[in-house]
């Protein structure tokens, strides 16, 4: 963690972490709003790419966006399928992975990822992002079988990390 990071430990079942990415909101949001560089934000390869060839950004609350995935722990690779639910324009994202069952409803296990940003200083100083990882409204049986949370809070904090890389590589 560097000096630009935080975190706050898991509390009711949620982590919580920040960085200043040295880019504007408008930048960081963009890339997070398109689900074709969602992988770029993975330091691992969890998250492969999107399921649609060239997928529309997402632009409300609601919309729903496929990633390719693959875990050890799971049969390999596997769909999820994500729903927004906050969205305002260079400031918040978030969605509840979840997948179609055989009526073709999306059903969500209770997890939800979430982007905060604000500008940091002044004009030009960066943006602080606040990635929140929060599995409190999943079930106990869930929280069990899927072994939540899945990985420790420096998971989010290197997911941060990778999304600087993309954000200041263009």
């Excluded at 799971?74 to 260079?90: E, K, L, S």
């Excluded at 002044?122 to 899927?146: C, I, M, N």
Aim: charged share 20%.
């Amino acid at each position: 963690m560097t000096a630009t990071d935080s975190m706050t430990p898991d509390t009711d079942g949620r982590y919580a972490v920040s960085r200043t990415i040295p880019a504007a909101p408008r930048q960081v949001f963009a890339l997070l709003a398109d689900p074709a560089r969602h992988h770029e934000t993975e330091p691992t390869d969890w998250v492969r790419g999107s399921l649609e060839e060239d997928p529309a950004p997402l632009t409300k609350v609601g919309q729903v966006f496929g990633i390719e995935m693959f875990h050890v722990n799971t049969p390999g690779r596997y769909d999820m399928h994500n729903r927004v639910i906050a969205f305002a324009q260079d400031r918040t994202i978030a969605w509840e992975p979840g997948q179609y069952g055989p009526d073709g409803e999306l059903g969500t296990g209770g997890w939800t990822w979430r982007y905060d940003l604000a500008p940091a200083g002044g004009a030009g100083e960066g943006t602080e992002v606040t990635l929140t990882y929060d599995w409190s409204a999943v079930p106990d049986q869930l929280r069990k079988e899927f072994g939540l949370p899945p990985f420790p809070p420096s998971f989010l904090e290197e997911s941060l990390a990778a999304l600087e890389r993309a954000v200041t590589a263009q």
